[in-house]
Every structure is written in C-alpha cells, then in structure tokens.
C-alpha cells in the first residue's frame, strides 16, 4: 500500500485538488490517501469541503489574524514536519501556487518525500506579479519531481527552465473537472438575494478581488470605475462577492457601500458561485482560477491585473487584461455592454484549459510511478 499526501490549504486549491481525491480514492487497494489542510482559508476552505463531502486526516490550523507570509510559511513547516515523520508518504501532491504549496513541498523535500506539482508550468515572468504567487510556483518547480502542467505553453515554461522532459506532462486543469462535477448537480440559490434578483432584466457584472497587488490604490481605483460603470449603464448592476480579508473588505465598503446599483455580499461558497458565473453576463476579477472557468460558461473576463500567468485564454480571445486603471476598466466594459457584435466574440466558448479529465490523467501517471 503506497501512500499518497495532499496537501492544501486555500479554497482555490482545495476545489482544483477535489476532482483529484474523489480519483485516488477509487483506489483504495494500491494506495491510502492522506489528507492534510493547512487551512490558510479557514471558513473558505470548509464550504468547499463540506460542499464535496471531503473529510480530512489532518488540519493544522495556521489561521490567524493578520498574519503574514513569514508566519504562514513558518507555521506549515513546523506542524508539517511531524506529520510527514509519522505517516511517511511516498509522495506529496500540492497545487499551484499558494503559500500552503510552496512550504509543504519544502517540508516534503527536507524529508526527502517525492513530489508532484498539479498545476505547474504557469509564469508571468514578474516575480511581483502576482505576489507572492509567481515566485511560490517557481520555487515548487525547482524541488518537484513530477510536473503536471495544464497546457502546451505551461509545458514548454518549464522545459525552457531545464526541467527534465520525462517529469513533465500536460494534463489539462483539474479546475475543469471541478466546474463539470458541479454544473452537472441541480441548484436553485437558497440565498434571499440572489433568488429575488432578476438576472434576465438586467446585465449583471461579477466582480471579485482579492489579490495582495491590488490592495490600496489598485483597488480603490476599481471600486471608483466600477461606480462610473453602472451609471454609464442603464441595465447594468454588480455582484460583488467581497473577500473577507479586511484590507479588501474596508476598501470596498468604504467607496461602494451606497451604491445602489452595485450589490456587496458575502464570498459564497463554491457551488453557488459556479452558478452565479454561470448567471452573470461578463465578469471582473483578479482571480486565476475564473479565468480558467470562464471560458466554458461562455462568459467575457476582464482581468483587473496588469499580467497573467494564465495567457491561453487572452490568446483565445475569451479574457482581456484590463489593470487597475480607471479609465481602461470604464472603456472595456462599456464596449462589452453596448455592442454585441464584440461580446459575441468574447463569449464563444473555447476553452484552452482541457477537457475535464485531468484528474483522471494525473491520478493514472500516480499509480503508474508508485505502483
């Protein structure tokens, strides 16, 4: 019985590592799975596993306020570090580019523990842009043993980086396979708002941010943009589903709390979210993970950074790159609502991000190697 431990600790990584666990779990006579959450995000991270009836084996609890990347960092390590020496895993699997992914896989590297990296391969090549995230991924990359990369262009990042070729392999992005597992359960909102709120009537803008690059200035000037945007529409409204970090959270009170055409609610969890997406007309965000999704609603995506590390849909032509300027934020949303003619082109949907099988594909690479 060879033994595999996830790690995570954030709801982005638990939703893209989902897809993975239900796959290793089919498994039960090769391997024992070993689920460890850091809970970077804690109430964020619960609704996802209460939402996909995850239970896990450890929760090492790190979150506390105000925290830094230093303590975060640090904290892993140490409750970490006793836990790879008692269960002694074969391998490590970690996802993406979070504080949680980086320490767990330098504590499975101290240890001497196999890794392998779901997600890799993504760059922007600005080691501030997205911060910490960029740096995060490369230092993954550099003590990884197997990289599964989600695209051509990912793979292609890596070998430029000299990682060996038989350690990479394009899977596609577990993302997919999580966004078609939930689309496919029926859902009607059960929150008041959203279930009074008639999408039909009006074009409604998803907004979120959340990203340590964006807050102070940046995000003030997206909150005033956005305030510009629905009085230039007449049938526009925003959703905004507000991070409860309260350096993002005071912000967006403090510029939009008046706005009646701008509606501020609670992060929801991740089904209704999907929905939500799903519903909404075009989308705003800093968050890597919509950009992937996005494309297989049909949805428009403007990206609030000024770089991504996720250019196959921008190529694609379902995502533009917008920034943090006001004026840019104003122009691009006003063409998307006023013509048609370049939303329709914006909405095809193509996705670059795979098939919804990469769980699947990652999982058989696993077993093959450990067994």
């Keep these: 019985m060879k033994k595999v431990m996830v790690v995570f600790g954030t709801r982005p990584e638990a939703i893209k590592l989902v897809p993975v666990i239900k796959e290793l779990e089919k498994n039960t006579q090769k391997i024992r799975v070993i689920k460890v959450v850091t809970a970077q995000h804690r109430q964020m991270l619960d609704q996802v596993l209460k939402v996909f009836n995850i239970t896990t084996d450890y929760d090492l609890n790190i979150m506390k306020k105000k925290q830094n990347l230093s303590q975060i960092t640090t904290l892993i390590l140490q409750k970490l570090d006793r836990i790879i020496e008692k269960e002694k895993p074969d391998i490590m699997l970690v996802q993406g580019d979070t504080t949680t992914a980086f320490s767990a896989a330098l504590s499975a590297f101290y240890h001497k523990v196999n890794i392998g990296h779901i997600e890799a391969g993504l760059r922007t090549y600005d ?25 051509v262009l990912a793979y292609n990042n890596l070998l430029k980086e000299n990682v060996p070729k038989n350690k990479i392999y394009i899977t596609g992005n577990t993302v997919i396979d999580a966004l078609f597992m939930t689309l496919k359960q029926k859902y009607e909102f059960d929150i008041p708002f959203l279930k009074k709120f008639d ?21 003030q000037n997206i909150c005033k943009a956005l305030k510009i945007i629905v009085s230039s529409s007449k049938d526009a409204e925003v959703i905004f589903p507000v991070h409860y970090n309260p350096i993002v959270r005071g912000t967006v009170q403090n510029i939009l709390k008046n706005e009646s055409k701008i509606h501020l609610i609670d992060p929801l969890e991740y089904q209704p979210f999907v929905h939500l997406m799903n519903r909404a007309y075009l989308i705003l965000t800093d968050s890597g993970g919509i950009q992937e999704e996005a494309p297989s609603l049909g949805k428009p995506v403007l990206v609030l950074r000024k770089i991504t590390e996720r250019p196959e849909a921008v190529q694609s032509g379902t995502v533009k790159i917008v ?27 193509i996705n670059p991000y795979g098939d919804g099988k990469a769980a699947s594909k990652i999982v058989k690479i696993i077993i093959h190697k450990l067994c």
Excluded: Q
């Design 127 to 151: 080691k501030f842009n997205p911060y910490p995230e960029e740096i995060n991924r490369k230092l993954v990359t550099a003590i990884a043993d197997l990289h599964f990369a989600p695209t």
């Design 199 to 219: 999408f039909s009537k009006k074009k409604t803008i998803l907004v979120t941010v959340h990203r340590r690059e964006n807050w102070g200035m940046p995000l």
């Design 323 to 349: 920034g943090d300027n006001i004026n840019n934020i104003v122009k691009e949303t006003i063409k998307l609502l006023s013509f048609k003619a370049k939303y329709k082109k914006m909405s095809c949907k």
